[in-house]
């Protein structure tokens, strides 16, 4: 099993940056991608980006792309996102997860979840 902790959300004003971290224990022997997701009051929760464990291989939704970033750091056992140039329409739970297969985007390829970290971006 792996366990996932986010953190680093909160509130900020649009066209600020926020940096999100998630920290990742038990058996990462098994990851081999990891990705964060989002979730807004009403909506469905949506891909942001994704990273492989091995390789610098990297994907973004079309709405983040050139806005955020995703990075890990194996040694420390952590994945982050760097978010720059908010906007509200990026409110919501963010969360992060791990996958051992499938495709990036899919919600359902991933095995593992953290419990989610609020970003509201006000105007």
């Known amino acids: 099993q792996v366990q996932l902790v986010e953190s680093g959300g909160g509130l900020v004003q649009a066209g600020g940056s926020q940096r999100l971290s998630c920290a990742v224990s038990g058996r990462t022997s098994d990851i081999n991608f990891m990705g964060w997701f989002r979730q807004a009051p009403g909506k469905e929760r949506e891909f942001v980006a994704a990273i492989s464990r091995n390789t610098d291989t990297t994907d973004y939704a079309d709405s983040v792309k050139g806005r955020f970033g995703i990075s890990r750091d194996n040694a420390k056992n952590a994945v982050y996102l760097q978010m720059n140039s908010l906007k509200p329409a990026d409110t919501g739970v963010y969360y992060c997860?791990?996958?051992?297969?499938?495709?990036?985007?899919?919600?359902?390829?991933?095995?593992?979840w953290g419990q989610g970290t609020q970003v509201t971006v006000s105007s």
């Open positions: 997860a791990t996958a051992h297969r499938g495709t990036w985007h899919y919600r359902t390829s991933y095995d593992n």
